[in-house]
């Protein structure tokens, strides 16, 4: 890291030192990386930053390297730099998400120094096995989200959140040999973005993108890159997705829906928030299965053999154009 940067965060921090103690993770397509500094001389014993470092083109796992999904990424940076700078500070305990202390770009780097959230003792990571009391804490996250940024404009983020979102993925559509579903496509993300509900959606509200507390009760969220406007119902489609095997989403789909707006209907009072709450449920979980058919649609032109594709999200998407189709 350049001298400048590692000045920015002695500053932003008051430490007299740093030591870099960990690489958390690469960012994707090698954009960077989330790294781990130890501090000497600060109130905080540590911070993780975020450092990307923008390439002319990235090595794309799945093969997309063209200018589009570079430009893509280029801009989910500068959303997530807006995010920290103009609508984190809104997010309180209930949607807790760590603290950025300072923001800065450099030609073509990009640096965010942000609350190390495994201090503030959210230091467990969940990948397969969860657990009710884990994803009802991510519901609870999800839905005091969804409240707290109820009819607020993306001003300066994603005007429509989510990275699979059908006007970033045209290459995705054209390659879909599901014929059906791309016909629909237009229909279903235009049932989404009607909505008279429209929030803020976290974009990539997965499992892995949640940090526990030890007991598993309460989580943080990060990676900010893809929030903008949109149906709450795409985050939690997004997320049990992400964490439940196909038997299981089919299984206690109305307990997850039922647990969600539960979750928001107590945010909402908590936040005297005077939106007509039965009219927005019924909106909302109407479009549960739409949401869960436009994450499909993306998937079968992505990446055809990914695990997500099973029966439930086929019959899901068959149930919803022909729906559209009535």
Same mark, same amino acid.
């Given at each position: ?74 801009? @989910? ?25 300072? $923001?800065?770009? $450099?030609?073509s ?10 201090? $503030? ?18 519901? @609870? ?15 300066? +983020? ?37 909505s008279p509900?429209?929030? +803020? ?17 309460k ?22 997705g ?18 969600y707006?539960e ?26 299965h739409t ?30 154009i022909? @729906?559209?189709?009535?």
């Open positions: 890291m350049n001298q400048h940067f590692q000045e920015t965060i002695l500053k932003a921090t008051g430490a007299q030192s740093l030591n870099r103690t960990a690489s958390i993770q690469s960012l994707w397509s090698g954009y960077g990386e989330i790294i781990r500094y130890s501090l000497e001389g600060s109130k905080m014993k540590s911070v993780v930053v975020k450092h990307v470092n923008l390439p002319e083109g990235g090595n794309h796992p799945r093969g997309w390297n063209t200018d589009l999904s570079h430009q893509r990424k280029l801009k @989910s940076y500068k959303v997530e730099t807006e995010w920290y700078k103009s609508f984190a500070n809104s997010c309180d305990q209930n949607c807790k998400v760590p603290e950025c202390y300072a $923001l800065e770009t $450099l030609g780097e990009v640096l965010m120094v942000m609350e190390d959230l495994d201090e $503030l003792g959210f230091a467990k990571r969940l990948s397969a096995s969860v657990n009710w009391k884990n994803i009802n804490a991510c519901l @609870s996250w999800l839905s005091n989200f969804h409240a707290t940024f109820l009819h607020i404009k993306p001003q300066g +983020l994603w005007e429509t959140g989510t990275y699979w979102h059908l006007n970033t993925r045209p290459e995705e559509l054209e390659a879909m040999d599901d014929l059906p579903l791309k016909n629909a496509a237009a229909a279903i993300d235009r049932a989404l973005t009607s509900f429209q929030t +803020l959606v976290h974009g990539d509200a997965k499992l892995a993108n949640f940090c526990f507390s030890e007991d598993g009760e989580v943080a969220a990060v990676d900010f890159q893809y929030v903008g406007g949109g149906c709450g119902m795409k985050d939690l489609a997004y997320f049990i992400s964490c439940m095997s196909e038997n299981d989403c089919e299984k206690y789909e109305e307990q997850i829906l039922n647990t707006f979750f928001l209907k107590a945010a909402l009072n908590r936040k005297q928030n005077s939106t007509n709450f039965i009219a927005l449920e019924h909106n909302w979980r109407n479009l549960y949401a869960w058919a436009d994450f499909h649609r993306f998937l079968k032109g992505w990446h055809p053999g990914h695990w997500k594709i099973n029966s439930y999200s086929e019959r899901v998407s068959r149930e919803v022909k @729906s559209i189709a009535h």
